[in-house]
């Protein structure tokens, strides 16, 4: 993980803009993380898809959203459903770390903010490297990051006549 050569800062101030028309990828783990907290049972979410496939990305699961692009979890007191009744740690991943996103460069991956945040895109709170802990323990790092080949398999041509080696 690097971080951006200019200082960023950014820390919530609970405004839910995060929750209001941003597409959330779930991953296996958050899928059963979900599948976990039976919301099908819930007074609120009866009968209610909680959970869709995304065409555009390519027929991934993603949290279902409201007619006015709201997460189905973001409460009338504009709360996390989800964290109000589990716990920050039961919410998926991506939910737990924006606005921070990790853009993967083959044998690096920089850190940076997403500015729809309006904490982030008033640079609000502490820098980046400050938050570097809590998305590593998230486990979005390590998902996002693909492996490198392994064995004698050598990289695809970029260049004709060219050949790399995968670092």
């Known amino acids: 993980i690097r ?9 919530c101030h609970g405004c839910a803009h995060c929750c209001r028309g941003t597409t959330i990828p779930l991953s296996a783990s ?9 919301w099908q049972d819930h007074p609120d979410l009866r009968n209610v898809r909680t959970v869709v496939r995304a065409r555009l990305l390519g027929a991934r699961h993603v949290l279902a959203k409201r007619p006015d ?9 504009g709360r996390c459903r989800i964290h109000e009744l589990h716990g920050a740690a039961a919410k998926p991943a991506v939910c737990r770390i924006f606005p921070l996103q990790v853009v993967p460069m083959g044998t690096f991956a920089w850190i940076t903010l997403r500015r729809s945040c309006p904490s982030a895109a008033a640079e609000r709170g502490r820098p980046v ?18 492996p490198l080949p392994q064995g004698k398999q050598t990289p695809p041509r970029v260049v004709r006549g060219v050949q790399r080696s995968w670092p």
């Open 30 to 38: 958050d899928l059963q993380t979900l599948e976990g907290q039976r």
């Open 69 to 77: 692009g709201s997460c189905v979890f973001l409460t009338d007191a």
């Open 129 to 146: 490297a400050e938050h570097l802990a809590a998305l590593h323990k998230s486990g979005l790092v390590d998902r996002l990051a693909p």
């Open 3 to 11: 971080i951006l050569p200019v200082v960023e800062r950014w820390d």
